[in-house]
Nanobody, 119 residues
Framework: VQLQASGGGLVQPGGSLRLSCAAS????????MGWYRQAPGKQRELVAA???????NYADSVKGRFTISRDNAKNTVYLQMNSLKSEDTAVYYC??????????????WGQGTLVTVSS
């Protein structure tokens, strides 16, 4: 299963960006999709996750500013980021976990997209 992320870029503090990530390949079902980020010198951390039929989960640092959503028909996850801060600067990675057509489980990562928040 391959994930293709897009939407990163340079934005000023207070601005907005929308990230997208589409999953493709031999997919039977996707149980959860999510976004992680890794800032320079820091560990990768969960930003937000959205399970199928479940409640969304957000890091405390982004609650009220970021919104995660899914289009199940397109196997695509989105991350709407508003009121961006300099500390949101990081490489953002999408993740998907589920089962392939032969019911093998998968845990796939996108290639990462850079978000830079700076004036």
């Amino acid at each position: 299963v391959q994930l293709q992320a897009s939407g990163g870029g340079l934005v000023q503090p207070g601005g907005s960006l929308r990230l997208s990530c589409a999953a493709s390949g031999s997919i039977f079902s996707i149980n959860v999709m999510g976004w992680y980020r890794q800032a320079p010198g820091k560990q990768r951390e969960l930003v937000a996750a959205i399970p199928t039929g479940g409640n969304t989960n957000y890091a405390d640092s982004v609650k009220g500013r970021f919104t995660i959503s899914r289009d199940n028909a397109k196997n695509t996850v989105y991350l709407q980021m508003n009121s961006l801060k300099s500390e949101d600067t990081a490489v953002y990675y999408c993740n998907a976990r589920g089962f392939g057509l032969r019911f093998q489980d998968f845990d796939s990562w996108g290639q990462g997209t850079l978000v830079t928040v700076s004036s």
